[in-house]
DNA sequence: GTCTATAAGGTGATAGAC
DNA sequence: GTCTATCACCTTATAGAC
């Protein structure tokens, strides 16, 4: 069902050379934009040779896609219901605005692939993802009806999680232009805005 | 600078006609991945009759950019600084999500474009767009000062209306996938979550 | 394992008849 | 204005020498 297992150790090598170039080239341009000649010379090895450790060009997107989506998935899998309910979910908020900053190609590869109507992964999300989020929505739901968070929908509570920290990373370009700053980094601001955000939301005794 | 006029009835509506489909067409697929093809098929025209009415692929491509990204800042526009402060802000946020009910195809088209590095439409951000935040981000900042609201970091605000509300046509697969309506719309789930969470976070009273 | 050469099909754009 | 035919280029993938 997977790719043929590397042996050698230059076998590992340059599938990962690979993987990297791939990664670099499908998160700026999309798979259609993307081209093996790009992902040849961005690892530094010929055409052919891409072609000779992945089958086809969807091989290695599709190996990338299903490998990242695991990881990608950690820091909700992280959210505990025996922890402290707003911690949290602060922390899961600022964990995944920490893979934005960290992994940001990996967050334009998703959001390129989601856009455009997710044609290669949409059952990774009507599976395992849709299954992960219900579970969690369950224990958020459990903490607003014992009145430990104030009252919230739990399920878009997790998407403004999602589209508030990736945003830093799929709108990257736009974020900069606006704030213009010459180098330095805007996350520490984010991080403050975002610590706020969810606290002042969730704090008890709201309407 | 601009396209040639379109002179007869049926020229204008066949202009209308291609764009419409390219509108289909590239936010679905984003420029590259689209083709004169597809824009021909959707529309109903022959592709050299497309290139007839549009100088090139990229002609038409960047025309749709054009003219969308002033309706796009419409709501943005309307955020006016002698009303109520809380009230302005929840309803920018709301009439943003109108837009992704509406206009999901926008959204996507420039969702697309920016995720990609905005390579066509960057001076547009860093200028007109960006000249627009600021004035607004001053707006709010006033607020801020004047204890009308909650401290808050006005840029990143806008951020997260941009994002929480924008999520719901970029992601909408994702959304969908997750929340398994058949059929049924989450906009309404979606609206009462955002009226809560910006009215939470800017009442003053907060930490 | 890596290369050059090339096949095979897609894609943007143009020519020229009507 | 719209069509058929076609060019020139790009892109994925394979063949076969080394």
Chains 1, 2 share one sequence.
Do not use: C
């Amino acid at each position: 069902m997977s790719e043929k297992q590397p042996r050698t150790r230059i076998q590992q090598k340059n599938r990962e050379l690979i993987l990297e170039a791939a990664l670099d080239v499908f998160s700026t341009e999309g798979f259609r934009g993307a081209t093996l000649d790009q992902i040849a010379a961005q690892s530094g090895l010929s055409k052919p040779n891409v072609l000779y450790y992945f089958s086809s060009k969807e091989a290695i997107y599709t190996q990338l896609l299903s490998q990242l989506l695991d990881t990608w998935l950690d820091p909700l899998r992280a959210l505990e219901s025996d922890g402290d309910p707003i911690d949290e979910i602060v922390d899961y908020a600022l964990r995944k605005l920490e893979m934005s900053r960290e992994f940001p190609r990996e967050s334009r590869l998703f959001a390129n692939e989601i856009v455009q109507g997710a044609p290669r992964i949409l059952d990774q999300i009507e599976g395992p993802l849709r299954d992960l989020v219900n579970a969690k929505a369950a224990v958020i739901s459990d903490w607003s009806s014992a009145g430990r968070i104030a009252p919230v929908d739990p399920h878009h509570l997790i998407f403004s999680i999602w589209s508030t920290t990736q945003h830093y990373a799929d709108f990257d370009v736009q974020v900069r232009g606006i704030l213009n700053p010459e180098g330095e980094s805007h996350f520490n601001d984010a991080q403050t805005f975002l610590k706020l955000l969810y606290t002042r939301l969730l704090s008890p005794g709201a309407p």
